[in-house]
Structures are given as structure tokens and as C-alpha cells.
């Protein structure tokens, strides 16, 4: 419970128009809560999330009736995973901003900040959901375990992870920024060590005298600007990045560019002539009075100009001439991070699972089921059956009435010569759609098949009473009503039919088909004279003996 005993209440957005109608929320509670940083902002993590279109959600505590103001704001994704081992699809939700945010969180009013947490806890919880990745959280350890400790042991265990790099035992959970005074000169005489400020200072100098000049991003180059940032980025990581690279300059071209039109991003380039020599990406946060430093990229061949020395001061100058207070440096324990008067922190990094593999409860969640219904579309149609078949049954567990996978799975079980399952599936497939016509095509063609003709030829003359041109259906009642031994039906079923057909100009097996069927069931019913006494002049001597 909470103040004045009102329950806390969860609700979950999931849709843009009613995202937009969060800003004014969002802003206040980023404004109020001092645990907030920029990448959990609206500006830049609302267009961040929008490139995963069905993907995120966030959830949001208020205290009170619907339309009441939220008091926390936790943005979420999920996504669709298939276990290799046991070839069933799982959820795994993860941070809203990860992939590119260095940190993730939620915001919230500080007065109801832990029982907002509990509450987000709960309600996660009782999610369908198999992995949940707390990834880059930087939260206080109040927040994390209001939290976290809502999730059952009985049901979910935990594992803290580091992130650091084999390649260069850069620890990425380390964090570091610098508090920037009233001036520049204090900073430099203050914070930097004789060296680095002497370092600094001189090569300012030739900026000032020209030899070098740093130009700043704007609307006529920033398209540029950002593409030489990636391109020397990606000279000194691309090999090491190996098949991830083109993702990941996929994903931080679209973050740039969006971040810039948004007015959130600072980007200074390095200039010796005409050749770049270096260029920053720096996230600007006027709520939070801080720049965050988010990526570099540095002309490797030039190693007599300290580039990332010279821009960062650059940037440092700018923010305390503008009245900010912090340059944050984000993750890694990089060594050149150290000359600039830092300070550490951490970042959690977690992840919560469930103890069976599986998700909890073993649903899926209902909003990942169309694009778990296409993978087992295509897992059908290549003849992967049986992982079909585990993934239409998964997708039934979750929604028993979900008609694409009931008449999937009505198919499959069908060709696999089940038909009393297959039954049973397009029967509730008929009642749950009543008016589907495929649906009562389907059902009767499993009646049949398990020659149950009466109950076929009723559902197929509800396919026909819904679409009166199912030529198909036309053909399978007239097999019932024969089979029923009812020929003269079934003969001008398929008459009727085979009218149609040729009215309509068709040359195919159908009609190839009702000519046979036709043609066989008018000898079989020719009179039973002639059908005792097949010799033609021995039924005339029949016939005169009868008269």
C-alpha cells in the first residue's frame, strides 16, 4: 500500500497515440527524479523506441482512478526467441533503450519511486516470459531490489553479469564523468594533471591560430558529418566487430540522425585542411545540465595530433561556458578516461529466468503471436513439421481460438492422417468463425475422411449457403450423398456442377473429376434389369416375358 492507503495501479501503453498523451508526464517525472539520465528522456528514447513497431511497451504507476498522473514510467521490449534444445518459442523482455542506450532505468516521482518498483515487479512477473535482461540498469540499490524482489524463487532465478571485453579488459559496468566547475580555467587548473593541461592548452592554441579548426555538425552537413564519424569508427573497429558491424552502424546511423533532428545531439569534427582527423558524438541534456559522450572515430594514420584530447576539451569548454554541470564519459574503464578528473560508478547488469526453460506459466505472450505465427508458417511450408506442429500447439496454449494456427494445425494433423484431432481443431475453428467458409469446408473434408458422410454433407452445404460459387464443396457433397447411396442427389449435385464448370470456361482437374464421378454413377444406376441381365438379347426376351 501506499500513502493515505491508495493502491498502486499498472497500466500497460502499448500503442503511439496513447504514448504521445505520456509527454507531459514523462518530462515532469525525468525533471523531478534525481536517479533520471538522458537515456530514458522523452527525446531521446520515445524515437529510439519507435523503431521497434510492436515491440515495446511501457508500463505506468498511478496512485487513484484511470486518468489519474502516473508516478513512475518503466519502457520495456519484448521479443520472440526459439530454443535450440527443445525447438519451443520463448519472450524475452528486455530495456526499452537497449542496443544503444549505455544506461536503462525507469523514471519516477522520488516520493513513490520503491512502491512504484514493487509494483512493476508484480506485474512483470506475471508475464508470460522465459528471460528478462536488465541490462546497462542504473538505478539506486533501493530501486533494484523493490524491484527484483518481487520475482518468486520458486518460479525464477537470477545471474549478475560482467561486461568486459576479452579483447582489451575494458570493464563496460564502469562508469565515468567528470563535475565540471564555474570555468574553464578552474577546470583546467583545478582537475587536470600539469601535463594534460599544458597538452591541452597548447594545441587549443593552434586551433585558435587556425592550423586546425573543429566544425560543428549543422543541417547542412550533418549528414556528412555523421557518416565520417562512422566511417573512422569503423577503420579502427570493423574487424573486430565481424558480422555485427553492419547492425550495429546500421543502428547507431539511425540513433545519430534521429538524435540530431531532435536537437539532442552535438557532433564537432577535427579538421586539418580538408581531411577530418577525428569526430565525437556527444548526447546534449539540458534538464540533467550534462553532455554525454557518446562515440568517437579517429583518423588512426595521424599520430602526432592528440585528437580525442583536443575535442574533448573542446566539448568540456562548451559546457561550462553554457552553464552545464557533468561530461560524462558513459561505460568502459578506457585508461584515457582518467586524465579528466573522473569520477566512477556502476551499472547492474542481470538477468532474471525462469527455472524451466520455459515461459512462466507456459504462455506466450499474446502480442508476439502474429510474428510467431509467420516463423511457424514458414517452418510448415518448408516441411519442418515438426516444429511446426510445437509452435501451432504453443500459439493454441496461449489462444485457443487463434484461427490461423487452429486451421494450420487442422492442416497439418490432416496430412498426417490424424483426422480425428484434425476434427477436432476445425470444429472449434467453425464455432469460434462461424462464417468462415474454409473453416466448414475443412471440418467436412475430415467428417468424410473418417466417413462420417452426414455430418459432411451438412457442413458442406453450410460452406455453400456462405459461398455459393465453393465449386469444391460442391464436389465433396456430391461424394457424401454417394457414399450415402443417395445417387440422385449426388447426380444432380454434379450436373449442377458440371454446368457451372463448363459455363465458366474451366478446363481442369475439377471438372475432369465430376465427368468421372458422374459418368460412373449414372451406369451404376441404370435400371436393375439391365443390370442383371447385361446380354442385350437376353433382357429382351425379360422384357417380352414380362409384357
Known amino acids: 500500500m501506499t500513502l493515505r492507503g491508495m493502491q498502486m495501479q499498472v497500466d500497460v501503453i502499448t500503442d503511439l497515440d496513447t504514448l504521445a ?73 528486455s530495456m526499452a533503450g537497449n542496443n544503444a542506450a549505455d544506461y536503462t532505468g525507469a523514471i519516477c516521482d522520488p516520493l513513490h519511486a520503491e512502491e512504484a518498483l514493487k509494483a512493476f515487479g508484480r506485474h512483470v512477473a506475471q508475464m508470460g516470459w522465459a ?51 564555474d570555468t574553464f580555467d578552474g577546470y583546467l587548473d583545478n582537475v587536470l594533471s600539469t601535463n594534460t593541461r599544458q597538452k591541452l592548452r597548447r594545441f587549443m592554441r ?15 552537413t550533418y549528414e556528412r558529418d555523421i557518416d565520417t564519424l562512422l566511417e573512422l569508427w569503423r577503420v579502427k573497429w570493423g574487424a573486430r566487430k565481424g558480422d555485427r558491424l553492419a547492425g550495429i552502424l546500421h543502428n547507431n546511423r539511425r540513433v545519430l540522425r534521429e538524435s540530431f533532428k531532435n536537437g539532442t545531439l552535438f557532433l564537432p569534427v577535427l579538421w586539418q585542411g580538408d581531411r577530418p582527423l577525428g569526430a565525437l558524438a556527444i548526447f546534449v541534456d539540458p534538464v540533467k545540465k550534462a553532455l554525454l559522450f557518446f562515440m568517437a572515430g579517429r583518423d588512426e594514420a595521424v599520430t602526432s595530433i592528440p585528437t580525442g584530447l583536443i575535442l574533448h576539451g573542446h566539448c568540456i569548454k562548451l559546457a561550462i561556458e553554457n552553464g552545464l554541470t557533468t561530461y560524462d564519459f ?30 512462466a506459466g507456459d504462455r506466450l505472450d499474446p502480442r508476439s503471436l502474429g510474428s510467431i505465427f509467420a516463423e511457424v508458417t514458414r517452418f510448415h511450408q518448408e516441411g519442418q513439421l515438426a516444429r511446426a506442429e510445437n509452435g501451432y500447439r ?62 459432411a454433407a451438412d457442413a458442406f452445404r453450410t460452406v455453400l449457403s456462405l459461398a455459393p460459387d465453393f465449386v469444391g464443396a460442391e464436389f465433396s457433397l456430391a461424394r457424401s450423398l454417394a457414399a450415402l447411396e443417395r445417387s440422385e442427389e449426388a447426380i444432380e449435385t454434379l450436373e449442377g456442377l458440371q454446368h457451372k464448370l463448363e459455363a465458366a470456361s474451366r478446363d481442369d482437374t475439377l471438372l475432369v473429376k465430376t465427368r468421372a464421378m458422374l459418368k460412373r454413377l449414372k451406369f451404376e444406376n441404370r435400371p436393375s434389369y439391365i443390370m442383371l441381365n447385361p446380354d442385350r438379347k437376353a433382357a429382351t426376351r425379360v422384357l417380352s416375358t414380362a409384357l
Open 21 to 93: 498523451k505520456l509527454q507531459k508526464d514523462w518530462e515532469r517525472l525525468y525533471e523531478a527524479d534525481p536517479e533520471a539520465q538522458f537515456f530514458v528522456s522523452w527525446n531521446w528514447l520515445v524515437p529510439y523506441m519507435r523503431f521497434y513497431k510492436g515491440a515495446w511497451f511501457v508500463l505506468a504507476a498511478r496512485l487513484g482512478n484511470p486518468g489519474s498522473p502516473y508516478v513512475a514510467l518503466m519502457p520495456l521490449r519484448m521479443r520472440t526467441r526459439m530454443s535450440g534444445k527443445t525447438g519451443l518459442f520463448f519472450n524475452e523482455i
Open 131 to 181: 528471460r528478462l535482461n536488465l541490462e546497462n540498469l542504473r538505478m539506486s540499490r533501493e530501486r533494484v531490489f523493490a524491484f527484483i524482489g518481487q520475482f518468486s524463487r520458486d518460479i525464477f532465478a537470477m545471474r549478475e553479469f560482467s561486461r568486459v571485453n576479452a579483447a582489451d579488459n575494458v570493464d563496460n559496468c564502469r562508469c565515468f564523468s567528470a563535475a565540471l566547475p
Open 206 to 220: 593552434k586551433i585558435d591560430a587556425g592550423e586546425l579548426r573543429i566544425a560543428r555538425a549543422d543541417v547542412t
Open 330 to 359: 558513459l561505460r568502459g574503464d578506457e585508461p584515457y578516461k582518467f586524465a579528466f578528473g573522473v569520477t566512477e560508478s556502476k551499472v547492474n547488469c542481470a538477468m532474471i529466468y525462469t527455472k524451466s526453460g520455459r515461459n
Open 394 to 455: 504453443q500459439i493454441l496454449a496461449s489462444d485457443a481460438t487463434h484461427s490461423r494456427a487452429l486451421y494450420g494445425i487442422g492442416q497439418l494433423l490432416s496430412g498426417k492422417g490424424d483426422h480425428r484431432e484434425a476434427l477436432a481443431h476445425f470444429q472449434t475453428l467453425a464455432a469460434s468463425v462461424p462464417t468462415s467458409s474454409k473453416a466448414w469446408l475443412r471440418l467436412g473434408m475430415e467428417m468424410q475422411a473418417l466417413s462420417r458422410h452426414i455430418e
